[in-house]
């Protein structure tokens, strides 16, 4: 079946950015939304704008099939970034609570491709957390 989603390129307050993520079915692939679309996953269609200085906005209509996610969200009220969370298990329990098909790997590759400031943080938390884990070790051997 297919399955028509209206998407809306306008900022939120305090001029934090949009983003529209196109999750087919399989999960192996996380697609940022583009208006060219892509081939056998989903269509692209402007159907509105909205001039309004730096508020302008376009209104989409993503044609794609009934099984595939469309995930639209914006940054971070407080920290101003897409991923606000702290480590790679607590960002894919977000994205996979809201798409159930994607896979590990895939969202691995999509946050290291497009956010890697944000996979470079979630490699240091993992980096501190094992670190913390030799020292309990550590410390709880010497009493």
Not at 3 to 19: E, H, Q, S, V
Not at 78 to 105: C, D, L, V
């Amino acid at each position: 079946m297919v399955k028509k989603t209206i998407y809306k390129d306008r900022l939120a307050p305090r001029r934090r950015k949009p983003i529209c993520l196109i999750i087919p079915n399989s999960g192996e692939k996380i697609y940022i939304f583009s208006p060219k679309g892509v081939e056998g996953i989903y269509i692209a269609s402007e159907r509105d704008y909205k001039r309004d200085g730096k508020w302008s906005y376009s209104t989409w209509e993503i044609t794609h099939d009934d099984s595939t996610t469309v995930l639209m969200f914006y940054e971070d009220f407080e920290m101003g970034t897409f991923f606000p969370q702290t480590s790679w298990e607590e960002g894919y329990a977000w994205m996979n609570h809201r798409a159930p098909q994607i896979k590990w790997g895939a969202f691995e590759q999509f946050i290291r491709d497009n956010f890697p400031v944000v996979a470079n943080d979630w490699d240091e938390y993992e980096r501190q957390l094992k670190q913390l884990n030799i020292i309990e070790k550590e410390g709880g051997e010497k009493k």
